[in-house]
């Protein structure tokens, strides 16, 4: 029985990855014919991208996070374009041969294929970088993501613990890799850097993410997840695309709420938690794929350090600028008034806090005391 039903989910993630595939390369073969097309009739041909900037992104309520406009620039080949233009198909072509044969490449990687486009290569990782976030706006249009288009970060995602058990797929011996993310020790599961294929079984509540790996140790290693019932997922900083993707995923899946644990300055609220939540104004032409619009904001907050009696530090003017940018320009705080309230109550107090600082109470504090009442009032929870 065991084995009729692996082979199932096989063929399943097999038929899945096949209708993502085609999509894929139609969408890049659809785009050369237009050039090709446009070639033939002794016109020049053009390439039209999303514009990346803030404002050209708005946030939509209904779908939960920042979105492109319908702002476009047009690449037209011209003597001066010519070489972009042409790193441009040449990295859309390895993108379709990537897809069929079931390949992928880092940006590293892709800056080196180039040394063999003669003319077209590369002079340095940038350019190369630069390229590919474009033909990522291009493509997205379609619904198409970077991933899917076979270019992967070179950096790996966060780190789970808890009840929470990964199904990792082998599509060539049809082994499905059952991973028990309650059983590594003082260690976790480490993301990988795509996550498309995998799949979840749990029966936790809700997915703690938390922004610094000190405190996500800790909460491992006295197993928070068991007496809470939860998934920790560590984000180490912002979170990764991997991180964001994962959880958007466990979250679609799982139908249970995320819950966001960070530091309380200006950083970890616009920069950590608005990333994984709603996404960011220079990537809102993929913020759909990678954004976890249920998220919530547990902590630390402005009232927390006042509740908590919390050590602090002066805020720094980035800080300050970063708070007041947020409230003058960020359209998901302008939308919310507690977070407007929440932003402009921590330039009053003029501090910052660390999750750290909740040490001050002794070193489980955070687990014994902090987290159980704040579980206890979810309702209370910035959005």
Request: positive net charge; contains cysteine.
């Amino acid at each position: 029985m065991a084995k009729k039903i692996a082979k199932s989910y096989i063929d399943r993630v097999k038929r899945e990855n096949a209708k993502r595939d085609k999509k894929t390369i139609t969408s890049i073969e659809n785009a050369a014919d237009e050039i090709y097309k446009k070639i033939m009739r002794k016109g020049k041909p053009m390439l039209r991208f999303p514009v990346r900037s803030l404002s050209n992104v708005s946030y939509d309520k209904k779908k939960g996070y920042l979105e492109i406009g319908k702002a476009r620039k047009e690449r037209t080949l011209t003597v001066n374009t010519v070489k972009g233009f042409a790193q441009t198909l040449r990295m859309m072509g390895l993108s379709r041969e990537l897809v069929q044969t079931n390949d992928f490449a880092t940006k590293r990687d892709v800056y080196y294929q180039s040394k063999n486009w003669a003319e077209a290569k590369f002079s340095e990782q940038s350019e190369s970088d630069t390229v590919m976030d474009d033909i990522e706006a291009l493509f997205s249009v379609d619904d198409v993501s970077r991933e899917q288009l076979r270019f992967v970060p070179d950096e790996h995602g966060g780190a789970v613990a808890g009840e929470l058990v990964v199904l990792d797929p082998d599509l060539d011996t049809g082994e499905v890799e059952r991973i028990d993310c309650t059983r590594f020790g003082s260690g976790a599961y480490s993301i990988p850097s795509s996550v498309e294929h995998l799949s979840f079984e749990t029966k936790a509540k809700f997915v703690l993410a938390i922004e610094t790996g000190g405190i996500f140790q800790r909460l491992q290693s006295h197993k928070f997840w068991k007496t809470a019932d939860c998934i920790l997922v560590s984000m180490a900083g912002v979170p990764t695309r991997s991180t964001r993707r994962f959880i958007r995923r466990l979250s679609d899946q799982i139908k249970i709420p995320v819950y966001a644990f960070v530091d309380c300055d200006p950083y970890g609220i616009s920069n950590i938690y608005r990333t994984l939540k709603v996404g960011s104004g220079n990537a809102a032409h993929i913020n759909r794929f990678f954004c976890v619009p249920s998220a919530s904001y547990l902590g630390v907050t402005p009232q927390d350090i006042i509740d908590y009696d919390l050590p602090t530090h002066p805020l720094k003017d980035v800080d300050i600028k970063r708070a007041k940018d947020a409230l003058k320009n960020d359209p998901f705080f302008q939308s919310k008034k507690q977070w407007r309230d929440a932003l402009e109550q921590l330039l009053k107090m003029g501090v910052r806090a660390e999750q750290q600082s909740l040490a001050m109470w002794g070193l489980n504090y955070v687990i014994e005391t902090y987290l159980p009442a704040k579980l206890a009032n979810s309702k209370k929870f910035l959005p």
